[in-house]
C-alpha cells in the first residue's frame, strides 16, 4: 500500500531505501518561496539508528505493517532462544543474531515481544521491567554513605549493572531493559 507525506503519523512504519523504518517525528513545512517539505526523525527498526530526512511534498512511500506478538521465554540451548506462544501452546525457536542485545535481559518464563514486519521477524524485546537476583558483587561497608555512589554488580543472566553500595549477594533487583538502571530493591 503506497501513502504519502500527507498520510504521516507517528508510529507508522515506511519502506524507505530498503530499509524498514518507523515514524518517530515529523512536521510539515510551507515556506513563503518554493514548494511544501516534510522534516522528518525516522527509526531504523533492525539496528534502532534515528536520522534526519527531509522530503518533498507528496512524496510516496511503502507502507509496512507491524505486529507484535508476546511469547513466553523458555530456554537457550546455545545457539538458539525457543519462546512459547501462550495460547497455541506452539513453540519456536530464535537465532541469537536476531534476539541480540535482548538476550542479556531475558530470565526463563518471562514475556518477551516480537516484532514482526510484513509477516518478517525483525527483533525481539524484553519486558520494560525486570527482576533479576544478584550472583555477584562487591560487600558494602558499613559508614560508607555517600550519596549516589555505585558499584558493579554481575546479575543471574550474566549481565553487570550499577547498582547502589547497600546492595548484597541474593538481592533481587528490578531493572529498567531500556537503559540497564537499577530502579529498586524487590
Not at 48 to 71: H, M, S
Not at 146 to 173: C, H, I, R, W
Request: net charge negative; hydrophobic share 40%; proline share 3%.
Amino acid at each position: 500500500m503506497a501513502i504519502s507525506t500527507a498520510d504521516f503519523k507517528n508510529g507508522m512504519c515506511i519502506n524507505y531505501n530498503g530499509k524498514a523504518c518507523t515514524i518517530v517525528e515529523f512536521q510539515h513545512v510551507k515556506p513563503g518561496k518554493g514548494g511544501a517539505f516534510v522534516r522528518t526523525k525516522l527509526r531504523d527498526i533492525r539496528t534502532g539508528r534515528v536520522v534526519e530526512y527531509t522530503f518533498n511534498a507528496g512524496t510516496k512511500f511503502d507502507a509496512i505493517r507491524l505486529e507484535t506478538k508476546k511469547l513466553q521465554y523458555l530456554y537457550n540451548d546455545g545457539g538458539d532462544y525457543n519462546l512459547m506462544d501462550m495460547e497455541t501452546y506452539e513453540q519456536i525457536s530464535i537465532p541469537a543474531d536476531i534476539v541480540g542485545d535482548a538476550a542479556k535481559w531475558l530470565k526463563e518464563n518471562d514475556e518477551a515481544s516480537l516484532l514482526y514486519a510484513d509477516g518478517d521477524l525483525v527483533s525481539i524485546e524484553p519486558q520494560m521491567f525486570v527482576e533479576l537476583e544478584v550472583v555477584a558483587t562487591d560487600p558494602g561497608f558499613k559508614g560508607d554513605t555517600v550519596q549516589g555512589s555505585t558499584k558493579p554488580a554481575t546479575l543471574e543472566t550474566g549481565v553487570v549493572v550499577q547498582v547502589p553500595m547497600f546492595v548484597n549477594v541474593g538481592d533481587v533487583l528490578q531493572i529498567d531493559t531500556r537503559d540497564g538502571r537499577c530502579v529498586k530493591r524487590v
